[in-house]
């Protein structure tokens, strides 16, 4: 018989715990029997999410993880029980603007750089020791299809979800021979939060990209990261890319006079 991992076994640290891919990931794993540590920027919602899956289930911890010191400080305040983390869901992320390159705020840019590149590697180097001496876990990266294939605006942001591919490829070949696996996640087009954040606000142009199409969902993202991560522990899921079944690849972008 197939042996899947058995959920009560984990204990999940989720970064971006209080929407989209965390807060449904959360969901799942609570669901499935396993411990979950969920952090994020916005305490309310945190409280919700751990009153609606239990205090014995879910530990909170209000924490941006572009704070490296305030990330190191939460994981040494992490209650026994909840301390043998072998999940890290690097979820925390965000794209900011659609503006050319020559017009975009670069303010917008260094958050994006600050937030889905310096904010998941702090979380992977905070965890990833404490792992090590437990004897194994698993690391999922949440990337993008954009860290592939470009497209008109995503310049800075297609830029760090290559570089969390690339980085969490290169981590599988500094863990080899200590028991830990490591996932990047690589969803297209997805209908949650992502788009409001990235529109600041404006609901008309956040709802743009979905009309007229039936994009994925956050719990479809979060069923695929829970799969990963039970599979048997001699199985390495290096990358997952997903999409919705409506949406393919374009043709090549070519200016005309």
Do not use: C
């Amino acid at each position: 018989m197939y042996q899947m991992i058995d959920p009560a076994e984990l204990t999940v640290f989720i970064t971006g715990a209080t929407s989209g891919f965390g807060a449904a990931a959360a969901r799942r794993y609570v669901a499935a029997g396993a411990k979950v540590i969920a952090t994020g920027r916005r305490t309310d919602r945190l409280e919700a999410l751990q009153a609606e899956l239990g205090t014995d289930k879910v530990h909170i911890i209000t924490l941006d993880v572009r704070d490296r010191l305030a990330l190191d400080a939460a994981i040494a305040t992490i209650p026994a029980r909840f301390a043998a983390i072998n999940v890290v869901l690097a979820n925390a992320g965000l794209a900011l603007g659609l503006q050319p390159a020559a017009e975009t705020d670069i303010t917008d840019w260094e958050t994006m750089v600050a937030t889905n590149i310096n904010g998941l590697i702090y979380t992977v180097r905070a965890l990833l020791p404490g792992m090590i001496e437990r004897g194994g876990g698993h690391i999922v990266t949440l990337g993008s299809v954009a860290g592939d294939y470009p497209y008109p605006g995503g310049s800075v942001y297609g830029a760090t979800k290559a570089f969390v591919k690339q980085f969490a490829l290169n981590l599988r070949s500094d863990v080899q021979g200590k028991n830990i696996r490591v996932t990047n996640i690589e969803p297209g087009l997805t209908e949650t939060e992502f788009s409001l954040v990235r529109f600041k606000g404006d609901e008309t142009k956040a709802a743009k990209p979905y009309q007229g199409t039936t994009a994925m969902n956050a719990d479809d993202i979060a069923e695929s990261i829970f799969w990963t991560t039970t599979l048997p522990r001699h199985f390495n899921v290096n990358r997952l890319q997903m999409m919705a079944t409506t949406q393919a690849f374009g043709a090549f972008d070519i200016y005309r006079e």
